[in-house]
């Protein structure tokens, strides 16, 4: 199978030669020119995780061996690495709700899920293209991502990672998960601005030809760890199996019964895998695309016309506070038939003007496979007091998100199809929300961060993730603040260290 880009621009890949180089030299991002199949759900629902995560993965990494991608799985989901035996736990709420626990990796958030196999992918790459430099990974992050790439990556041999952060919009938890990284390999520098600011000095440095040369003199290809890199986004197929084997093995339903998924979304990565799951025979009923204040999304589903020219909102679910859905870009391809002109032409209005809007064709398309609406803070933090006193189940802001657009979903159509709610973060992640979701005032305010983890357990009675204790006496080994405009400098000057 062969990859291709969304701009049509270069020429057709093999799947390790798209992973290596995350994203195409047209500026688009790789696709599988085909969908595989995934066959017959039945011969699925026995595997134990890595098992089923080899079978799904594998027609997609036609260029890497059987034995490559068996190990990438193995090295992945393993007890050392989750926290929960069945790596990605199913939490039935009520007769037809269910909860995926995406976030028992050692960064507690769903970015885990796919940032303990990359790193594997991408050595594995390197060899089966008989590359001889190391690859750099640049990542922009609003949070997760650069937690669970710095977790994965730390001291692969062959790689670096450089992980850029903005200064606005990460919580103080997560800040100090990156700036007290350990690794021989990892750089880890904040950015004065905000998410899309640090994204696009990322995807400013891997197009700009003399950055990349003196990058290539030292040694070097850059790669991505964003979720744009095809490697990022195989291994989350994978759960959208596992939720609805998991429902067939508890005999609620039995297999073609179509399901529905709500999804949290942000950059679009998480829920453009659970279509390329549908794409592979999955049953779907539909996917309910999450958002939260920051609505270019819903406004793009409900209407086909996205604009980003919006105002930024800072949110309690931060790691969905995004104007630009760089994944995106791969449903339109699809939902085109694979349209790299049309794709192309609103890729470049957007980066023109703001804005631009699909054909009602494709609109249709669109709209006929996902559903879509946004919650608000208040929204967010009354589903999690609800959940909590009604169900005893405790969930994060971002799962909270998707659980209120799920209830708006409800009432707008009385759909009493199964549904899956995915749950992308451990609610201690993002604790100060969360806690403030649930006690008095006074309970919360004047702590930090790290005495709420201690508040949450008592309250709730449920234990800090292991990912999340000791954080505050750590040393801190990352100091390092930059402008938006000087990132590929910092670039160079982190290759000069050592
Ligand atoms: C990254 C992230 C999301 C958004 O996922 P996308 O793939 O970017 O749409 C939602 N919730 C959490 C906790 C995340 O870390």
Redesign the pocket.
Known sequence: MKYISTRGESSPVSSAEAIKMGIAPDGGLFVPHKQPKAGSLEALINLSYPELARTIMAPYLESFSEAQIAESAQKAYNPQKFAAPDIAPLHQADEKRHFLEL?HGPTC???DMALQVLPHLLRAAMMNTNETADALVLTAT????GT?ALEGFRDVPGTRIIVFYPEEGVSETQKRQMITQEGKNVHVIAVKGNFDDAQNGVKAIFSHQGVREKVNARGYNFSSAN?INWGRLVP?IVYYFRAYLDICRRGLINAPTPINFV???????????AYYAMQMGLPVNRLICAANSNNVLTEFINTGSYDRRKNFVRTI?P??D?LI?S?LERLLFELTEQDAAKTSRWMEDLKETGNYTIDSKTAHALQEIFWSDYADDAETMATIRSIFDKHNYLI?T??AVATAVFKKYLSATGDDTHTVI?S??SPF??NRSVAQSLLERQQVEGKSDFELLQTLEEKTGLPVPPGLKNLETKPILHHSTVNKDSMAEAVLEALNED
């Open positions: 976030w958030a769903f970015k609003s949070g997760d991502t669970a979720s989350q999804v949290p979304t942000g950059n679009f990565g998480n829920i453009l895998a679910s790691s969905m995004i859905s994944n994060d971002h799962t995915i992308t973060a992640k993002f």
